[in-house]
């Protein structure tokens, strides 16, 4: 088997790569996807709601990708509700999910 040495691409969304503690990159490895959370929604009269005082975002940017070929980085998906293992890197919070576990791509 190779080895495969993928650098993760930048978006140009301004998604950054997320980095850990010891300053090294975290990547997905297999079928996984790194996700991030949308942060705040809005309601219809304007006021921002903070994620904290509703459930779980379903939908998502995605941050980093491993053998994957359905999504790439920069991409918005929606997953399913309870999918995935929420990982905290630094203050920042994402959820690594397995590609069956994201439902669609979001397309503007």
């Known amino acids: 088997m190779e080895k495969s040495t993928k650098k993760l691409p930048d978006s140009g969304g301004g998604v950054p790569s997320p980095k850990n503690q010891s300053g090294g990159t975290v990547v997905p490895l297999f079928d996984r996807v790194l996700l991030k959370p949308e942060v705040e929604q809005q309601s219809v009269a304007g006021i921002y709601i903070p994620r904290d005082t509703t459930d779980r975002s379903l939908t998502m940017t995605v941050?980093?990708?491993?053998?994957?070929?359905?999504?790439?980085?920069?991409?918005?998906?929606?997953?399913?509700?309870?999918?995935?293992?929420?990982?905290?890197?630094?203050?920042?919070?994402?959820?690594?999910?397995?590609?069956?576990?994201?439902l669609g791509r979001v397309v503007l």
């Open 63 to 102: 941050v980093a990708v491993g053998d994957v070929q359905a999504v790439k980085v920069g991409d918005r998906v929606i997953v399913a509700k309870y999918a995935g293992t929420e990982v905290t890197v630094g203050t920042d919070k994402f959820y690594l999910v397995c590609e069956s576990d994201i």
